[in-house]
């Protein structure tokens, strides 16, 4: 007996690893050589490919496909049909397979619904991808990123709330009152 959840209506691939208390739900398909962790959430109509690693507590909404050459840390949130790619220079007539690019998302970070995340970058820790937004480079760690293409214009606490840098360059988190720094465009907790 699996020590994770799977609907009726899943397709769990041999060989694919899923962790405990994992949640996997309506017409999904695990295919086989993922890594998924514990306490994961994969919503309706999602794809893990093959080689796809998630971490612990990942949470994959509705209708995302998480494509090879894709690892997500521990605590990443994939908001509801957005998009990942694993290619470059896609057509249907030439196999590119050998070319999978790798696509980071790192600890904490968040991608909002229907956002693109092109292959081959990472996001960083903490980062909020907001919906719709297109991202065609590295975003840094706690970066709030909008728009096509992808553009910062702020900083984000752990909690997702808005940063907001004194002339020190110190902020603190509205909900857990955290500080942050800001130092040569990077930001760390104090």
């Keep these: 007996m699996p020590n994770y959840f799977a609907h009726n209506s899943a397709v769990i691939d041999e060989g694919s690893e899923i ?5 996997i739900w309506h017409f999904s398909h695990i295919m086989p050589g993922c890594k998924i962790g514990e306490r994961c959430n994969i919503g309706q109509n999602c794809v893990i490919s093959p080689d796809v690693v998630l971490g612990q507590n990942v949470k994959v909404q509705n209708n995302v496909s998480v494509y090879t050459g894709v690892i997500c840390e521990d605590d990443v949130f994939l908001g509801p049909s957005m998009v990942f790619t ?5 057509r249907s007539h030439v196999i590119r397979k050998s070319e999978y690019k790798t696509t980071l998302v790192k600890k904490g970070a968040s991608i909002g619904a229907n956002a693109t ?3 081959g ?3 960083g820790k903490y980062a909020l991808i907001g919906a719709g937004t297109v991202v065609t480079k590295d975003v840094v760690d706690f970066a709030l990123v909008v728009g096509n293409p992808a553009k910062q214009i702020g900083w984000v606490s752990k909690y997702g709330h808005k940063l907001h840098f004194n002339e020190e360059g110190f ?3 509205t909900e857990t009152q955290e500080t942050y720094k800001l130092e040569n465009h990077q930001v760390h907790v104090v």
Aim: proline content about 5%; charged content about 15%; hydrophobic content about 30%.
């Design 121 to 123: 970058n990472t996001i």
């Design 86 to 90: 694993n290619v470059i220079n896609p």
């Design 19 to 23: 962790g405990k208390d994992t949640k």
């Design 117 to 119: 995340i092109i292959c």
């Design 171 to 173: 902020a603190q988190c």
